[in-house]
């Protein structure tokens, strides 16, 4: 079946340096999705991307999905505490609906 | 409301026992989904409704586990003869539309209900 893995897992981050965690897809996806979960929260929806070679920015944030629709990114610039949290990406294979989670990348910054 | 809301948010049972779950989506969401989180996971799919048709049950780990959404907006997860496996956190989400390949299917998560089977 279809599998989405993230790395790094952990990811302990200077504020105020960058950073990337990466998504990657067994299988084609027809758009992926990031979410953001603050320890003890829910997920909440960040950005959702269709096309092969999509970049889309959220101020500090960027996300791009990859050229064969199988691996995604976000790079995150000048990071915050506020930054703090697991990130998951999750997308579905094409004509599917299922959403399949990587295991996140959790973030924590030393300030 | 003005998000999803899941009750009750803990709930403590013996092993054996069964347990209804609520999720009550946001008003006017087609789509509701079930998921299941393990510590440290992401949240693993279990079932799709869109409007009242259950679309989609693969993810249900076996026949113990149902769910149901009767008038295509409250639902409940339903898990009988609780066992110690089942302990988790069990989270709903609901979006606007129904799926499309455009990708316009943003989910909204409930704060989840967490399970413990003693």
């Known amino acids: 079946g279809q599998q989405v893995m993230q790395i790094p897992q952990y990811q302990h981050v200077q504020e105020g340096e960058d950073f990337t965690t990466y998504c990657n897809s067994s299988t084609t996806l027809s758009n992926i999705q990031w979410y953001k979960q603050r320890p003890g929260g829910h997920p909440v929806f960040l950005i959702q991307l269709v096309k092969s070679g999509e970049v889309k920015k959220q101020k500090r944030l960027t996300f791009q999905f990859g050229e064969a629709k199988k691996n995604s990114s976000l790079h995150i610039t000048a990071t915050q505490t506020t930054d703090v949290g697991t990130y998951f990406c999750a997308g579905g294979p094409t004509g599917d609906y299922k959403l399949s989670f990587g295991a996140g990348t959790t973030v924590t910054v030393r300030a | 409301g003005a998000g999803v809301s899941q009750s009750p948010r803990y709930k403590v049972t013996k092993r054996g026992q069964d347990v209804a779950l609520r999720c009550d989506p946001i008003?006017?969401?087609?789509?509701l989904y079930w998921y299941r989180q393990a510590l440290g996971q992401g949240p693993e799919f279990l079932t799709y409704f869109n409007y009242e048709a259950q679309q989609d049950k693969s993810g249900l780990p076996n026949d113990r586990f149902s769910a149901e959404r009767p008038e295509g907006s409250i639902s409940t997860l339903t898990i009988q003869r609780t066992e110690q496996r089942d302990s988790a956190m069990y989270r709903c989400a609901s979006s606007q539309n129904s799926f499309s390949i455009r990708g316009d299917n943003e989910q909204f998560f409930g704060p989840g209900t967490r399970l413990t089977v003693l």
């Open positions: 008003s006017g969401h087609v789509s």
